[in-house]
């Protein structure tokens, strides 16, 4: 009484097209055009290139992907405050490319590049901007691992013989 089994093997094609199937339904088109202005955001070592559009409908696009959807809600929440402080946000689009870091550097080096470019595009922001902090960049980062030692600073256990 032996069972016999048969197995569906997928070539790798096939794995390939149900991919980019997914990939292609789950990720919308989003291309602005028209003139722009770049800016850069960075904290930590996330970095944020940022493309201000005139003439928008207020549209954050990161990654090729809504900001809502790119970024956790707690993290989105930093950047929703940040878009409630400035006022006139609905008449730009951004699109930004993030390199780096973990979700919530990547979402204040995001809010320090839209200030930025924001500030290009209008300078009578620059008091609501620097007021909140929103220019100011925060350049803690992690220190390097000296030689000899255990890390940045620990030091190995001194014994006296």
Do not use: C
Request: glycine letters at 6%; zero cysteines; aromatic letters at 8%.
């Amino acid at each position: 009484m032996e069972k016999k089994t048969t197995k569906k093997t997928t070539t790798k094609k096939e794995v390939e097209n149900k991919d980019t199937k997914t990939q292609k339904d789950t990720k919308e088109s989003f291309e602005f055009t028209g003139d722009y202005l770049k800016a850069i955001g960075r904290r930590k070592t996330a970095v944020a290139q940022v493309r201000l559009y005139k003439k928008g409908k207020g549209t954050i696009v990161v990654n090729q992907q809504k900001a809502s959807h790119y970024f956790p809600s707690k993290d989105f929440s930093v950047l929703n405050h940040f878009l409630k402080t400035i006022n006139n946000t609905r008449d730009y689009d951004f699109s930004v490319l993030v390199k780096g870091g973990g979700k919530s550097a990547q979402v204040e080096a995001v809010r320090h590049g839209i200030a930025r470019s924001l500030l290009v595009a209008d300078e009578e922001l620059r008091t609501i901007l620097r007021s909140n902090g929103f220019l100011t960049r925060d350049k803690r980062i992690k220190e390097r691992k000296k030689p000899g030692l255990l890390g940045a600073r620990k030091r190995p256990q001194w014994s006296k013989r």
